[in-house]
């Protein structure tokens, strides 16, 4: 038994103990072990990759959700502009167009409200702040037509001089709002 034993350690001259059949064997391992390691190394990289790539497909996702509540969000803004001002007609000024949406004020501010709620989240900070002190302001000079009405009982009111500069700035500010909102879309698109 230690006669076989003595004959199963390497030789001095590898070349030799390779040429005996335990260098048949010797690659055989290593072979086999190297596809294994192959195989598994291809494996973790596909596993990872497709990790990587499912991520990247939510991340996608996520973003068109966002772009197309943009978008909705600008296209509402549009027509609410469109509610919100006067047809032009012949003659009319930025004055005439001021007096005719300031009778309007309450439904410009509840238009305006309505609008923030629904969007308010997926707008600019910047366009967003603009909007809340466009709400504000539309909800202080609203009340100068309400108190005209209630004092005069007349059907032909003229609004009064501040709900005109209220009614100016609103015109102002949702201009701003817009140009902003069409830019946002734009600059993701």
Same mark, same amino acid.
């Given at each position: 038994i230690l006669a076989s034993a003595a004959d199963s350690h390497p030789p001095d001259n590898l070349l030799s103990w390779f040429s005996s059949g335990y260098g048949v064997i010797f690659v055989a391992i290593i072979s086999v072990s190297s596809n294994l390691l192959v195989t598994?190394?291809?494996?973790?990289?596909?596993g990872d990759n497709s990790k990587a790539l499912e991520t990247h497909k939510l991340n996608l996702k996520r973003v068109e959700l966002l772009f197309n509540r943009k978008v909705s969000a600008a296209t509402d803004f549009l027509l609410l502009v469109e509610n919100i001002l006067p047809s032009y007609r012949p003659g009319m000024d930025s004055y005439d167009a001021a007096e005719l949406v300031a009778l309007s004020l309450e439904s410009a501010e509840a238009d305006l409200r309505n609008f923030n709620l629904k969007h308010g989240v997926v707008i600019t900070s910047e366009?967003?702040?603009l909007l809340q002190d466009t709400i504000s302001q539309?909800? /202080?000079?609203?009340? *100068?037509?309400?108190?005209?009405?209630?004092? /005069?009982?007349?059907? *032909?009111?003229?609004?009064p001089q501040e709900a005109i500069d209220v009614a100016g700035l609103l015109i102002k500010n949702i201009s701003i709002i817009e140009k902003l909102l069409i830019e946002d879309v734009l600059g993701n698109a």
């Amino acid at each position: 038994i230690l006669a076989s034993a003595a004959d199963s350690h390497p030789p001095d001259n590898l070349l030799s103990w390779f040429s005996s059949g335990y260098g048949v064997i010797f690659v055989a391992i290593i072979s086999v072990s190297s596809n294994l390691l192959v195989t598994w190394l291809i494996e973790k990289v596909r596993g990872d990759n497709s990790k990587a790539l499912e991520t990247h497909k939510l991340n996608l996702k996520r973003v068109e959700l966002l772009f197309n509540r943009k978008v909705s969000a600008a296209t509402d803004f549009l027509l609410l502009v469109e509610n919100i001002l006067p047809s032009y007609r012949p003659g009319m000024d930025s004055y005439d167009a001021a007096e005719l949406v300031a009778l309007s004020l309450e439904s410009a501010e509840a238009d305006l409200r309505n609008f923030n709620l629904k969007h308010g989240v997926v707008i600019t900070s910047e366009a967003r702040d603009l909007l809340q002190d466009t709400i504000s302001q539309v909800d /202080e000079g609203k009340f *100068d037509i309400i108190l005209q009405e209630l004092s /005069e009982n007349s059907p *032909d009111v003229e609004p009064p001089q501040e709900a005109i500069d209220v009614a100016g700035l609103l015109i102002k500010n949702i201009s701003i709002i817009e140009k902003l909102l069409i830019e946002d879309v734009l600059g993701n698109a």
